[in-house]
């Protein structure tokens, strides 16, 4: 079984600052890893997945993630925030992905951008 | 290319009634599903469907019921409205091991 937790429910930044938002998972099987994004009244966006290979992981608008097995972890950051950058992002596991039946969805952290 | 179309946005139900959310998707994926999205919650899946024809449920399936004629469409039906149910849900589609694009989302209340 998997399952996700995301460290704070809301974190705040300055515009400009680094972002990092927390994920950590558990899973019984190697994972397929996710974030995604949601802006306000949207759907959600995929910004980045992690499936085999490399652990570092690069995304769309500046994000990546590092996959790290040892701390079960899969933290997303970008180098420098942007008011635009504001929205809900969600962590998701799926151990083995044979369809989205399978990925569990985390909380959920809210982002705000302080000018 | 329209991906997948939600209707309606929004919607205020009166305890007891019923309602259809439409979902409707032009990539030709196989897959789609119905998620909930509840404040602090994350999203939960309700029901999915793997091809028209197919449907199974999720982890929270109680008091909806879907139906899947064609691979475009995947209606949600909420045959007796409870304040329970007032949520934003979603719908997705994707190829079996591909990645899900969603919709805009249904702002449901249950009054």
């Known amino acids: 079984a998997q399952s996700v937790t995301q460290l704070g429910s809301h974190v705040s930044v300055s515009e400009g600052a680094l972002v990092l938002l927390r994920c950590n998972y558990s899973?019984?099987?190697?994972?397929?890893l996710f974030w995604y994004v949601q802006y306000p009244n949207q759907g959600l966006q995929l910004l980045l997945k992690?499936?085999?290979?490399?652990?570092l992981v690069k995304g769309i608008n500046g994000f990546e993630a590092e996959f790290k097995k040892s701390e079960t972890s899969f933290h997303l950051t970008k180098p420098s925030a942007h008011m635009s950058d504001a929205a809900e992002y969600f962590c998701?596991?799926?151990?083995?992905?044979?369809?989205?039946?399978?990925?569990?969805f985390g909380p959920g952290t809210s982002l705000s951008v302080i000018p | 290319n329209a991906g997948v179309t939600q209707t309606p946005k929004f919607r205020i139900l009166k305890i007891g009634q019923s309602m259809t959310l439409q979902c409707t998707q032009d990539?030709?994926?196989?897959?789609m599903y119905w998620y909930r999205q509840d404040p602090g919650m994350g999203l939960k899946l309700i029901y999915y469907?793997?091809?028209?024809?197919?449907?199974d449920k999720g982890e929270v399936p109680n008091g909806y019921n879907v139906s899947r004629s064609t691979t475009e469409d995947f209606p949600l039906r909420l045959e007796l409205a409870a304040p329970s149910q007032t949520s934003v849900y979603f719908c997705?589609?994707?190829?079996?091991?591909?990645?899900?694009?969603f919709g805009q989302g249904t702002r449901l209340t249950v009054v």
């Open positions: 469907s793997v091809g028209a024809g197919i449907t």
């Open positions: 899973s019984s099987v190697p994972p397929y």
């Open positions: 998701a596991v799926s151990g083995r992905l044979r369809s989205y039946d399978k990925v569990i």
């Open positions: 997705a589609s994707s190829y079996s091991e591909g990645d899900a694009f």
């Open positions: 990539m030709n994926h196989n897959y």
């Open positions: 992690y499936t085999t290979g490399a652990t």
